[in-house]
């Protein structure tokens, strides 16, 4: 019985080599495709940080809470949906200033899906001295949609390559062998890659224009195909 065993594990790796020897042996050419695309980001997160120290202990935190959440609404920012607390965990904070100086601090995220949107939260939220504001991440919730489209793309791109190669030689790209996909995380910028600035100051104008960099999300990919 143990024999036979053997003798069965010894024909099975040669006949695996064999398969593996005898694709390899076939001619191929080993190319990359890539695609790539540009979309402008529909959710953007604004963090928003509130302190006593700001108004120098002349408004409570619960008051500020009060005036951002009323700004907030009134610029039709859903509350119940789009406002959160972070770091739930911890959130109102004491600093101690001096010994006899203590400050609470709270913050929160509020979640926008424009650029005009996130504007009018950083105007307004100015306007009762609330200035540390900042955007915190963004992202485009189509991007899985998207990268479906660029893999496509990016398989007939390496096809092209190919053929661009095997056509002078009067020869034609066959089936894939093999393939790898190199996809990278897609980009989730945050302030510092991002054309706007949370801190406000008494120069800022009513009315201004927030603008994004745009989301770039790629596919690439690298693929073997068989040459007849």
């Known amino acids: 019985m143990k024999k036979s065993l053997l003798a069965l594990f010894a024909l099975l790796t040669i006949n695996s080599f064999s398969q593996t020897k005898n694709s390899i042996d076939k001619p191929f050419i080993e190319v990359s495709g890539q695609a790539d695309t540009l979309v402008a980001p529909n959710k953007i997160w604004i963090s928003i940080f509130l302190t006593e120290k700001d108004s120098k202990g002349?408004?409570?935190i619960e008051d500020l809470e009060k005036e951002m959440?009323?700004?907030?609404?009134n610029i039709g920012?859903?509350?119940?949906?789009?406002?959160?607390i972070n770091d739930m965990s911890s959130n109102l904070k004491y600093h101690f200033i001096k010994q006899?100086?203590?400050f609470k601090s709270k913050s929160y995220f509020v979640l926008v899906k424009n650029a005009s949107d996130a504007s009018k939260v950083f105007i307004n939220l100015e306007k009762i001295d609330i200035?540390?504001?900042r955007i915190e991440k963004i992202e485009n919730t189509d991007e899985k949609t998207i990268r479906l489209l660029l893999n496509k793309n990016a398989i007939l791109n390496a096809k092209q390559t190919a053929e661009s190669f095997t056509k002078p030689l009067?020869?034609?790209?066959?089936?894939?062998?093999?393939?790898?996909?190199?996809?990278e995380i897609p980009n989730q910028l945050?302030?510092?890659?991002?054309?706007?600035?949370g801190n406000s100051n008494e120069n800022m104008p009513q009315e201004f224009n927030i603008e994004f960099?745009?989301?770039k999300i790629s596919s690439t990919v690298q693929v073997r195909f068989l040459i007849e």
């Open 77 to 84: 920012i859903d509350i119940e949906k789009n406002l959160s």
């Open 170 to 183: 009067n020869q034609k790209v066959g089936n894939i062998f093999q393939m790898s996909n190199l996809n």
């Open 213 to 215: 960099e745009k989301i």
């Open 58 to 60: 002349k408004k409570s």
């Open 100 to 102: 006899n100086d203590i």
């Open 190 to 197: 945050s302030t510092n890659e991002s054309r706007i600035y």
């Open 131 to 133: 200035s540390n504001v």
């Open 69 to 73: 959440i009323l700004k907030l609404q």
